[in-house]
């Protein structure tokens, strides 16, 4: 149906009527407009107060860990939240622990309900059962279970307030000065603060204090009742020489990493913060990583090891003590007569060292007083002969050449060449005498001689130390069976510890195995290999494919 609109008044009207009518839409659709803004508005309100003093944003940092130099910086002292990069310090006072005994690898710590119900990432344990130490480092190194974090925190520090202000005092004594913990597991806390730098420190300092715990932060996955547990630093099996440590991802913090890198002599920890995924954080570590490579010393550590200072400037020093009132017999004590002087002896000698093989009063003839010079002592035990002059003869002629052997005939007896002796008018051939056992102790002071004369009867052969420094060129003692090598470590006592947790790993096939260290000369310095003889190629095989579960290296020798 149309109409026409033919008059003055009639367009009137129609325009009158479509003004009224835009004017009515026009505030509908700004009331809707300003009550969002409202809305919108306290929204931002609430988001501002929920998220008050949180530090947001990106730092990074790359250090030469041979001289300890700065190859790459941005925002490096700013602050940030250290989200699960937190649980480096948990595991740092954690291997203390191991350190000094306190606990060992398969001490168990007990789950507390506390602990249980942390937010994830968790291993989800149960409240009242217990975890060992160490499925708790492989669980803090691949899932970085909150949970395992609060255990540790509350068998190391009683509560977990309390080991964070352990975690504190600690970063302040490594020179992490920008540094607070408010928990053990890095979940959101707007307190819980650290710096790019703060952050490199802990990554070397962990490594120099705990070389041996530190190969943890290479576990690749752990296998905990059944279930495999991967590890999320994806950085280590994409970049060559990687070899740790640890992320972090809170809403607050972003993605954050800190990497270790060690290769062709080279030795890096960088540190990214505030990463907007993950696989943007790795690649921001790959860059600066890659791009300071070159730039970083190929040799010999320059740089001293992080350690911990003993004093903190954050403790107030101690107050004095008040003095201890003084009582009234002792302030005016009864006259006594004075001490004499003492009076200067004068000794024409020292007194003789007398050792707890030698008995002074059974001593022979006085001869040398030159003093004994110590040296190398391999003690030897060689059987007697038999009571007939031929046995004799032949025990002689077989160990003459034994080092620590004294021979029954004088003739036979010739000193060492590398020991100086007393000069004497004629010199004759000497005899330690019958039943007498020495042992080098250190420098003593014979107050009489300890051999008798040539002409003496011949005694029965004895046990005695060697006079002569030991031949270095000494074959080891033979060894039979298979070998199994567990590694090559810079110290005997390293190498002795990794076969002491070796064994408690593959119990079976090693029982009965022969462990122990053989010393090899690498450049500059000495390596201690870690090995157990004795073997057959079986239980060798076995030992390997159980040591290799455990994240040990392991490999076969024919010997």
Same mark, same amino acid.
């Given at each position: ?16 009527? $479509?003004?009224? #009518? ?20 306290? &929204? ?18 790359? /250090? ?71 499925? !708790? ?15 540790? !925190? %509350? ?6 307030? !309390? ?38 420190? $802990? ?9 041996? %715990? ?12 059944? %279930? ?31 990497? &270790? ?10 540190? /990214? ?6 696989? &943007? ?63 200067? /002896? ?12 030698? @008995? ?16 190398? /002592? ?12 031929? =046995?004799? @003869? ?5 160990? &003459? @050449? ?23 008018? #004629? ?11 020495? =042992? ?51 110290? %005997? ?36 290999? !870690? ?15 159980? $040591? ?12």
């Amino acid at each position: 149906m149309n109409f026409a609109i033919s008059t003055p008044l009639t367009k009137t009207l129609v325009a009158a009527t $479509l003004v009224a #009518a835009m004017t009515v839409m026009a505030t509908g659709a700004d009331a809707k407009p300003k009550k969002s803004r409202a809305a919108q508005a306290s &929204s931002r309100s609430t988001t501002t107060d929920e998220y008050a003093g949180w530090r947001r944003g990106t730092a990074a940092i790359v /250090v030469d860990g041979n001289t300890g130099k700065i190859l790459y910086e941005e925002n490096a002292d700013a602050l940030r939240h250290p989200a699960s990069l937190t649980k480096i310090m948990t595991l740092y006072m954690l291997f203390e622990q191991l350190e000094n005994g306190r606990l060992k690898l398969s001490s168990d710590m007990p789950v507390s309900a506390r602990a249980a119900s942390q937010s994830p990432s968790k291993l989800n344990l149960r409240p009242g059962s217990t975890i060992e130490v160490e499925d !708790a480092i492989k669980a803090i190194v691949t899932r970085s279970a909150n949970d395992v974090a609060v255990v540790i !925190a %509350e068998a190391v520090g009683g509560t977990e307030p !309390a080991f964070a202000e352990m975690m504190t005092r600690k970063a302040r004594a490594l020179g992490m000065s920008n540094t607070t913990f408010r928990n053990a597991s890095g979940l959101p806390n707007p307190g819980q603060i650290t710096t790019a730098r703060d952050l490199a420190i $802990l990554g070397r300092a962990i490594q120099d204090r705990f070389p041996r %715990e530190y190969r943890y932060f290479s576990t690749r996955s752990f296998v905990y009742r059944g %279930e495999t547990i991967g590890n999320h630093n994806r950085l280590m099996l994409r970049m060559d020489g990687v070899d740790g440590i640890k992320t972090g991802y809170t809403n607050a913090s972003g993605f954050n990493l800190v990497t &270790s890198l060690h290769r062709d002599d080279r030795f890096l920890v960088g540190v /990214v913060l505030g990463g907007s995924s993950a696989s &943007s954080r790795d690649q921001r570590m790959a860059g600066i990583l890659s791009s300071n490579f070159n730039r970083a010393y190929a040799g010999a550590r320059t740089a001293p090891k992080v350690v911990e200072t003993a004093a903190r400037d954050e403790e107030p020093a101690p107050r004095p003590m008040p003095a201890p009132p003084v009582r009234q017999a002792e302030a005016a004590p009864a006259p006594v007569a004075p001490l004499p002087t003492p009076q200067r /002896v004068a000794y024409a000698a020292a007194d003789p060292v007398t050792t707890a093989s030698v @008995q002074p009063s059974r001593l022979p003839t006085p001869g040398s007083t030159e003093p004994i010079k110590p040296v190398a /002592v391999k003690t030897m035990t060689i059987s007697r002969p038999a009571n007939n002059p031929a =046995a004799a @003869q032949t025990f002689a002629a077989q160990d &003459s @050449q034994v080092l620590g052997y004294v021979t029954p005939q004088p003739s036979t007896l010739t000193p060492p060449t590398d020991i100086e002796l007393a000069p004497a008018a #004629a010199p004759q051939p000497q005899r330690v005498s019958a039943g007498v056992r020495t =042992a080098a102790a250190g420098p003593v002071a014979l107050p009489a001689a300890t051999v008798a004369s040539a002409t003496a009867p011949a005694p029965k052969p004895v046990r005695v130390a060697s006079a002569a420094p030991i031949a270095p060129q000494a074959a080891a003692p033979a060894r039979s069976g298979w070998i199994i090598q567990i590694g090559a470590f810079g110290g %005997e006592k390293e190498a002795r510890t990794q076969l002491d947790a070796a064994r408690g790993k593959a119990a079976g096939p090693l029982k009965g195995a022969d462990p122990y260290t053989e010393k090899v000369e690498k450049g500059r310095s000495d390596i201690y290999r !870690a090995r157990f003889a004795g073997l057959t190629e079986k239980s060798a095989k076995e030992a390997c494919r159980l $040591l290799e579960r455990n994240k040990f290296d392991c490999m076969t020798l024919r010997n």
